[in-house]
């Protein structure tokens, strides 16, 4: 196959370099559009005290990560097991793929649920 063929059936993706510890959105400021936003907007803004007036995102989140972590850390969790399950669903279909490409037909057997042990539950000592 020619590298002429190969590059039309792979058109070059649009690179965008991010630090992977930074996001663009934690710099945004917050829009009013609601009550309970313009009550939290206000305290943010007299705790943080920003020197041009503007609360951002990151202001907010490191409010609520101060005085509120049960509610951040429940929205953490949720995102990281949902990313989680959908790395786990891309890969599974990436081999499938990967295996139908090939000609392989792919045969998952999966034991009957009863058969399954459930994982021993920690106990407190």
Same mark, same amino acid.
């Given at each position: 196959?020619?590298?002429?063929?190969?590059?039309?059936?792979?058109?070059?993706?649009?690179?965008?370099?991010? @630090?992977?510890? #930074?996001?663009?959105?934690? !710099?945004?400021?917050?829009?009013?559009?609601?009550?309970?936003?313009?009550?939290f907007i206000?305290? %943010?803004?007299?705790?943080?005290?920003?020197? @041009?007036?503007? %609360? $951002?995102?990151?202001?907010?989140?490191? $409010?609520? /990560?101060?005085?509120?972590? #049960?509610f951040?850390?429940?929205? /953490? +969790? &949720?995102?990281?097991?949902?990313?989680y399950?959908?790395?786990?669903?891309?890969?599974? #279909?990436? %081999?499938?793929?990967?295996?139908?490409?090939?000609?392989?037909? !792919?045969?998952? $057997?999966?034991?009957?649920? @009863? +058969?399954?042990? !459930?994982? /021993?539950? &920690? $106990? &407190? &000592?």
């Amino acid at each position: 196959m020619s590298e002429e063929n190969n590059n039309e059936n792979n058109p070059e993706l649009p690179e965008t370099r991010l @630090d992977e510890n #930074e996001n663009p959105d934690i !710099a945004k400021e917050v829009e009013l559009d609601n009550e309970l936003k313009s009550w939290f907007i206000e305290y %943010v803004g007299k705790r943080m005290e920003p020197e @041009d007036g503007v %609360v $951002t995102v990151g202001m907010v989140v490191q $409010t609520f /990560a101060e005085e509120f972590p #049960e509610f951040l850390m429940v929205v /953490a +969790e &949720e995102n990281w097991i949902r990313g989680y399950r959908q790395g786990v669903a891309d890969s599974e #279909e990436g %081999v499938r793929r990967a295996l139908e490409e090939a000609g392989v037909e !792919a045969k998952i $057997t999966l034991p009957p649920a @009863d +058969e399954v042990e !459930a994982p /021993a539950e &920690e $106990t &407190e &000592e």
